[in-house]
């Protein structure tokens, strides 16, 4: 199955003379699914929290090599999703998602 989507980056930039601020960065990825499962995770709560336990396979370029420990979410579904683990096999990089990233976004 192909994909296509946003991944989210979490990056530091200098808003003025030293004041960083934390910024998401967006980029549209191209690549494959790999594994694509959905689990219920009982918790003690009315409703059940959702996860996935996607593997995707990102075709990598400059940016997204220099940048994979910044990986925030992916945009699949829908939803943005947490990437869990990153594994760089050159050229592609093979990300695992897990629950709702409820975290900031673009």
């Known amino acids: 199955m192909k994909f296509y989507g946003k991944i989210g980056f979490g990056e530091t930039v200098e808003k003025s003379d030293g004041i960083w601020v934390d910024t998401i960065v ?30 995707l396979s990102i075709v990598s ?21 947490k990437v869990t683990s990153v594994e760089v096999q050159f050229p592609r990089l093979l990300l695992t998602l897990g629950g709702v990233y409820n975290g900031q976004t673009a």
């Open 61 to 81: 370029d400059p940016y997204l090599t220099n940048h994979f420990h910044a990986i925030k979410y992916v945009t699949m579904f829908g939803t943005n999703w």
């Open 26 to 55: 967006e980029k549209d990825y191209y690549g494959d699914i790999l594994k694509n499962v959905k689990r219920s995770e009982d918790a003690a709560k009315v409703n059940d929290d959702i996860s996935i336990s996607n593997q």
